[in-house]
């Protein structure tokens, strides 16, 4: 009795694991080719019309899909035409950095409906920051037109992804933080905990092109397996508070052993250096942040320079106006930025020579100043770096800028429904 309950249990999983991937290919296909009637749909997924019929129903139900009007001037019996619903769900992508809270809502179709950034000081306690992190994340769900069905979470540091704990982090200084718990008691939805650099990678790498900025769409069809990264190798650098690395290697992300890739900001660049915050001596994030930036002001100063940025305080002080100085010539502020990109240029070619990506985009909180600082880092390349020199690749500006963590959060939401909806279709809809 007990055997045939087990093989009746396991027929059902069987069952519903097909029934979920078919599921998922109807969605992907209409996600691919924004209309289809449900004959186009059978063809295109290669199932049995009566078998999209029933799927069809089914997202229909759940509010995931929505008819959009009858197919006219074609060849026999005329379709009623459907695509996915903005409605379907709403997502909330947060990303915390070492001085900021940054969140935005999307719909179902991947558009952005409302977005908040929050500067905090450096040395806040995690407790503030998560605070403040749930805080804007309610407000976004205030403004959902939707159910959230999911809130994802970019951090700064070694990710347990699946216990959603932030095992260590300099700029929030912080270890073993169960994040995702703190946070699932305090959100009515499912929460998931990622590193940011891989955000903005996914964010970056499969939507962006060349400094113009680029669809999320791409994103959530590579993620559905309907396309592939622009570029297949790419070496992603988030550069704010810390210096985090997102790599792409034959178009799929690296996430290394336990999925701790990317934290390049500890590698050591200068043995003989200031000390880190994780402990260390030398890290590239103590010459190539955003704090070794505003030091740089502060040195430049003692050396006898001048500048309206010497009169601003550190909470206002800030990347933005950095970069106003150094574009209208002041000195201070090209001297500064010189000496961050050259450091920068100096780790960029050891992860050069050890990965020899074809690209690497430039994001983060230094995004602004990405223009500023890439020819420096390129002609540190081509100096320090045989690989580069023998095969040179791009240096380019993140297409998202500050933002390419958002668009990874909110596209890895979507591609997980995509993937499998049959968490979302138990519901009604409306």
Known sequence: MLTHQTNQSSAFTAQAMVRGGNLGAVLRALKAERTLSRADAAKITGLSRATVSSLVSQLLEAGLVREVGIRTGSVGRPGTLLELNPLGGS???????????????????ATPIWQRRIGLAEDSALSVVLE??????????????????GVCVGVPGLVDVERGVLVHSSELDCTQAPIRSWLSARLDAPIHLVEE???????????GDSGAAGSIDAVLD??????????????????????????????QLMS????????????????GGAVCR?????????????????????????????????????????????????????????????DVGQWLG??????????????????????????????????????????????PGEVLPASHGRDACLVGGAATILAGVFSDPLSLTGRKAG
């Open 197 to 207: 650099a891989n955000l903005s990678a996914l964010g970056e790498v499969f939507s």
């Open 132 to 149: 403040v992190a749930t805080e804007l994340a309610t407000l976004a769900m205030e403004q959902a037109p939707a159910e959230v069905i």
């Open 346 to 391: 100096l780790g960029i070619a050891n992860l050069v020579t050890a990965l020899n990506p074809a690209r690497i985009v430039l994001g983060g909180t230094l995004s602004p100043a990405a223009d500023l600082l890439i020819p420096t880092i390129d002609t540190m390349l081509r100096d320090t770096s045989l690989v580069w020199a023998a095969g």
């Open 256 to 271: 290394g052993h336990r999925g701790f890739a990317g934290g390049v900001g500890h590698m050591v660049v200068d043995p």
């Open 278 to 338: 994780c402990g260390g001596r030398g890290c590239w994030d103590t010459r190539a942040s955003q704090r070794a930036l505003f030091d740089q002001v502060h040195a430049q100063a003692r050396r006898g320079m001048h500048s309206p940025l010497l009169r601003l305080t550190s909470y206002q002080l800030t990347v933005d106006r950095v970069v106003a100085a150094a574009r209208s010539g002041d000195p201070v502020a090209v001297a500064a930025l010189a």
């Open 91 to 109: 997502v909330i992508s947060v990303e915390i950095g070492g001085d900021f809270v940054a969140t935005r809502l999307s719909d179902f179709v």
């Open 222 to 251: 590579s993620m559905a397996g309907l396309g592939r990264a622009r570029c297949a190798d790419v070496l992603y650098l988030s550069v704010g508070s810390g210096i985090h690395g997102g790599f792409v290697v034959n178009g």
